[in-house]
């Protein structure tokens, strides 16, 4: 044990003492620049994700959404873009810097001592091709995943969906045992399989890494007996300084190749959920239909609308008729109905007409009123991405019109390459407001419902606004309780509602 007496003063020693003082600092900032990368790297990856998928609803017939179950919906667009940038793009990323982080540990050991490529290397193949033999392991535990992932949030949305009627219909219970047989069909019976490859699984990526870290340290210790010069105890010395990172190295890239493959199979589960077409839409075309039919008259006759939630009558006999390029006023007494005789008109789910509404004297369903009108309220929202990608849908033939409209609006302020806080809107009320009107105009629609849309702008902006609507070649409806007389006379036609009842005075 002579080796143990060098003088630690000696020139070598501090030689290899500042070597490996460099190679930890650049380890340190390596490290803070990978978790910079990677937060960078995921935001962008889930914007890129998202707009792709959104690029993909608008480039496909809108009939065809109707076939898709609504939890497949939900389940796809609020989980897909971060479990494919986190589990899968993103883990790439990372055992790609992990991999350059752990070369650079490697090619420092070899300068200090060559002799370290002779037992690690092999060492690191081994380990790394062993996990590989289990293929058939890995494809049934990603089966099983998928059913444990996604299955849960169908089934609940589902569910969910349905408790209202249930319980207004007394079958709660009924529901209840539905909700029970499905998750035990198809969660429970599972859970059990997987935690036994799952946890054989964990057994065996750690035993190959404690048999790596145990190879290492031996073959170090033996190096450093039966060769006591300098080097050898820098050997050992950077050994066991650096096996944590062996250990770590093999530990994760095992974790990072399952973890890919099942998240793989988990967001193509997803998309398969999403984009399949019933028997019914099999046979509708993929080529976008901004609306079913040509509108040029929009006609209600004696109609109830009742409140879905409450079941009382919010409106009653009402006729209306609204022709292609009507602008239309609505105004009356808050809480009188003039919201839900909107929501009726858009073909929203949330309110029952007796009645059948007619376009071009023909009979249609809330598909086709969805398709040819587009509705601005309180309630509408933005997505994730840039002010101008969500004022424009993605679309660059838009953004010089958008542009104008911008100034039109007295929206110059803004950024329109800003990135939305959809968390906490950057906006004020009126900002807002301008922002969805904008929206509205170039979506393409039809028919244009604002609903209460210009309560927290100026009046002098307002009627800009209001003329530039007037002026265009669409139809337009407009639910306002702040209106003047210069605004009446924008219209052609003018509703009021009161106590339930729809009079037009215009």
């Given amino acids: 044990m002579a080796f143990l007496q060098l003088d630690s003063k000696d020139p070598e020693v501090k030689n290899v003492l500042i070597a490996f003082l460099l190679i930890s600092l650049f380890a340190t900032i390596s490290y803070l620049i990978n978790e910079f990368f990677f937060l960078v790297s995921n935001y962008l990856l889930k914007k890129t994700i998202l707009r792709e998928m959104i690029d993909k609803l608008f480039s496909t017939n809108f009939a065809k959404w109707a076939f898709v179950p609504e939890q497949n919906k939900l389940v796809a667009f609020a989980n897909s873009p971060d479990l494919l940038s986190k589990g899968y793009y993103l883990s790439f990323i990372n055992g790609f810097i992990q991999l350059v982080s752990f070369l650079a540990t490697l090619i ?3 300068i200090i001592s060559p002799i370290v490529l002779a037992y690690i290397l092999p060492l690191i193949i081994v380990a790394l091709i062993l996990p590989m033999l289990a293929h058939k392991k890995g494809d049934q535990l990603s089966y099983l995943n998928n059913q444990l992932m996604i299955n849960p949030k169908k089934i609940s949305s589902s569910i969910t969906k349905q408790i209202f009627t249930h319980s207004i219909n007394g079958t709660f219970e009924n529901l209840e045992k539905s909700y029970k047989d499905q998750l035990n069909q198809e969660v429970v019976t599972n859970i059990d399989l997987f935690s036994k490859i799952y946890g054989s699984f964990v057994f065996w990526q750690d035993l190959i890494s404690i048999i790596f870290s145990a190879l290492v340290i031996v073959i170090s210790l033996m190096i450093a007996l039966f060769t006591p010069n300098l080097l050898a105890i820098a050997l050992f010395g950077t050994i066991l300084t650096k096996l944590p990172s062996f250990k770590s190295f093999i530990k994760e890239t095992l974790g990072m190749f399952l973890n890919v493959y099942i998240c793989k199979m988990h967001f193509k589960q997803m998309q398969e959920d999403l984009y399949s077409k019933s ?114 849908f993605f679309n660059d033939t838009l953004v010089n019109e958008t542009k104008k409209l911008v100034k039109l609006f007295d929206l110059e302020k803004l950024d329109l390459n800003e990135a939305i806080n959809i968390e906490n809107l950057q906006y004020s009320h009126g900002q807002l407001q301008r922002i969805l009107l904008i929206k509205a105009i170039n979506s393409g629609k039809e028919i244009l419902f604002f609903d209460e849309s210009l309560s927290n702008i100026d009046e002098k902006t307002a009627t800009e606004i209001l003329k530039y609507l007037a002026s265009l070649n669409k139809t337009v409806l407009v639910v306002s309780h702040n209106h003047t007389p210069e605004h009446k006379e924008l219209f052609n036609k003018i509703w009021k509602v009161e106590k339930g009842v729809l009079h037009e005075m215009k």
């Fill in 108 to 110: 420092s050991l070899a």
């Fill in 279 to 392: 028997e019914l839409a099999a046979n509708l075309s993929d080529a976008p239909k901004e609306a079913p039919l040509n509108f040029e008259k929009l006609t209600l006759a004696n109609a109830t609308i009742i409140s879905k939630e409450t079941n009382e009558t919010i409106l009653e006999n009402v006729s209306l008729s609204v022709n292609k390029n009507d602008k239309i006023l609505i105004f009356g007494e808050s809480g009188g109905g003039k919201s839900s005789l909107v929501l009726n008109l858009t073909g929203s789910m949330t309110v029952i007409n007796e009645s059948q509404i007619f376009i071009n004297n023909k009979e249609v369903n809330n598909l086709d009123l969805l398709n040819q009108s587009y509705l601005t309220n309180e309630k509408e929202s933005l997505f994730e991405g840039t002010l101008l990608e969500n004022l424009t």
